[in-house]
């Protein structure tokens, strides 16, 4: 099993930045493909990044150019970061891990955008 804990969230202005983090414990973090998702209020949760194992990343088209996913297998933390954010961007943010072992979620944090 993995367990993962996200950090990072918290309000910003639009046009700022955060910068998530994914801690992993539990397996062998290489192993993952690693996501993230987002879920705003009253919507479905959708994806916003993955990074494979190999290091290969796609993001959704709503995100592209301004969010970057990043991995550290060494210290077992996946990455997001965001920059020049909308209001649009509000959301619970959750890291995902996915493998032969399974899929598994964070708790999820929240992130504000807001003037």
């Known amino acids: 099993q993995v367990q993962l804990v996200e950090s990072g969230g918290g309000l910003v202005q639009p046009g700022g930045s955060l910068r998530l983090s994914c801690a992993a414990s539990g397996s062998i973090f290489s192993r993952y493909a690693m996501g993230w998702f987002r879920q705003a209020s009253g919507k479905q949760r959708e994806l916003v990044a993955i990074i494979t194992r190999g290091g290969s990343t796609n993001y959704a088209d709503s995100v592209k150019g301004r969010f970057t996913i990043s991995r550290d297998n060494a210290k077992n933390t996946a990455y997001l970061q965001m920059n020049s954010l909308k209001p649009e961007d509000t959301a619970v943010y959750y890291c995902?891990?996915?493998?032969?072992?399974?899929?598994?979620w964070g708790q999820g944090t929240q992130g504000t955008v807001s003037s």
């Open positions: 995902n891990a996915g493998g032969l072992e399974g899929v598994y």
